[in-house]
């Protein structure tokens, strides 16, 4: 997760936080302020109510204007009964007098009782809740009737939701303005690691002149700093390198080259066979340690890398094929090509024939006398791929990836295989300097296939099955 969802999630959870606590106390409050508000206003207008009736309970025509305007200023419904329960006057317009006793219905008993009554209950006939209050009305001190005044409260609380509601969007566009200002602080902070983390990739592919911008907070200038600090010890360390390997290739190769002349006059002006074969022996000895010093050379990366070349891959493969014909011939192995389509790789001749002459030495190395060697090369998908399969023992099942590292040795170099133990490791890293890759595999017929997949320098119409497709079967 970014460092932008992660501010983002934890601005959202303290502001939700922060909203919910403060909007649940204020909207309880508000629910129960609204239905004090209210029984208070009824509980007062029927006791104002109850004042007004009793001088007027003898006079029919007054009591009942006073209920009905009453009614209209309260917004519901009022009754006025005598001391018996008997019905006087009703805003609904329900005659006087009639033979209907209100005196069984609690609020009104009470209230007969000198008890003022107050409370909710659901009506059937209405299908909704009613707040009921009533009062007694007292004549020179005597009860002598009650007020009983019902009024709907489901508009109250449809207005209390809709206030609930207001609130809750109040939250919500207070939750997504903290959210928008999170949003810009967060970027603001992981801008700067952004760009950071871009540098850093730019100086792993090799720009070490690349450096980061200070910006943002003082801990992040203070991280941009240390890192252009450590990438300029890093350049100055690698130019340092470069130039030490360029020294100690033209030192070391000059004396190697002639101690390699002295012997070969020393082996032509003497003859003593015993002398002869221990010049023979240090003259091998030599090129083993100039070979060497250039592998090793390779690997510490002396050159930097050109602007990849289209190399014919067909030509590098029989220029390697003439080139160790002779050496295949000495040490009793074939040699064959086997052609593949045209095919161009985008790299330098220099690399791919090292490739190749590294990957044909470990084959003869490796593989045993009498047997065959095939090279070839096969196009597909995009990639190049140049094979070198032998007949040998093949890779042991742990092998397959230690065999890359620098002077490792499988099973088959360590029972008696010349080699210097870098041949396979120059192979993956030229094979990497060209954006590609180095695989050894067991072959199902018997040996190894070692492969180099590296970019095609032109796309071209038909892909070839491959080499190890095309090889012939070998028991």
């Not at 210097?420 to 030229?430: I, M």
Request: charged letters at 25%; one cysteine or more; a negative charge.
């Amino acid at each position: 997760m970014s460092l932008r969802a992660r501010l983002l999630l934890a601005f959202a959870y303290v502001l939700v936080v922060v909203i919910v606590a403060l909007e649940v106390p204020l909207a309880l409050n508000m629910g129960r302020r609204v239905d004090a508000e209210i029984k208070s206003e009824a509980q007062g207008q029927a006791q104002l109510l109850a004042a007004s009736a009793s001088g007027r309970l003898n006079r029919p025509a007054e009591l009942d204007a006073l209920v009905r305007s009453s009614a209209r200023d309260l917004g519901g419904r009022v009754i006025v009964v005598d001391d018996a329960g008997r019905l006087l006057a009703d805003s609904e317009g329900l005659p006087a007098g009639q033979d209907v006793s209100y005196a069984s219905r609690p609020e009104v008993a009470r209230a007969l009782a000198g008890q003022p009554s107050q409370g909710t209950r659901h009506s059937d006939l209405l299908d909704e809740d009613l707040l009921f209050t009533s009062v007694p009305v007292l004549v020179a001190g005597r009860r002598a009737g009650a007020v009983r005044v019902t009024q709907g409260v489901d508009a109250v609380r449809s207005e209390v939701r809709n206030d609930v509601i207001a609130l809750i969007g109040v939250g919500l566009i207070a939750l997504l303005l903290g959210l928008a200002v999170a949003w810009f602080l967060a970027g603001s902070l992981a801008r700067p690691l952004r760009r950071l983390a871009g540098t850093a990739r730019t100086v792993s592919a090799g720009d070490l002149d690349a450096r980061a911008t200070v910006e943002g907070s003082s801990e992040q200038r203070g991280v941009a700093a240390a890192f252009n600090e450590m990438t300029a010890r890093l350049s100055t360390s690698l130019r340092a390198q470069r130039d030490f390997v360029a020294n100690a290739s033209h030192q070391l190769r000059t004396p190697l080259t002639g101690l390699q002349l002295r012997l070969e006059a020393a082996a032509l002006k003497s003859r003593d066979p015993e002398v002869q074969r221990e010049l023979a022996a240090a003259e091998h000895e030599t090129r083993r340690l100039a070979r060497l010093l250039s592998e090793l050379l390779t690997l510490a990366g002396e050159r930097e890398r050109p602007a990849p070349r289209p190399v014919d891959v067909g030509d590098a493969v029989g220029a390697a094929c003439r080139r160790w014909e002779a050496p295949a011939e000495r040490s009793g192995h074939i040699l064959r090509v086997v052609e593949g389509e045209p095919a161009e790789a985008a790299a330098s001749a220099e690399d791919v024939a090292a490739m190749l002459d590294n990957l044909v030495e470990n084959a003869l190395n490796y593989s045993p006398a009498g047997t065959e060697v095939m090279l070839g090369w096969s196009r597909a998908a995009g990639r190049v791929r140049i094979a070198v399969a032998d007949q040998g023992p093949g890779i042991g099942e742990t092998e397959s990836e230690r065999l890359f590292e620098r002077f490792y040795r499988g099973e088959a170099g360590r029972a008696g295989a010349q080699g210097t133990g870098l041949g396979l490791s120059v192979v993956e890293s030229l094979a990497a300097r060209w954006e590609g890759e180095a695989r050894l595999s067991n072959r199902a017929e018997g040996g190894a296939l070692a492969e180099v997949a590296l970019p095609a320098y032109s796309a071209l119409p038909s892909p070839d099955p491959g080499l190890a497709r095309a090889l012939p079967e070998r028991g």
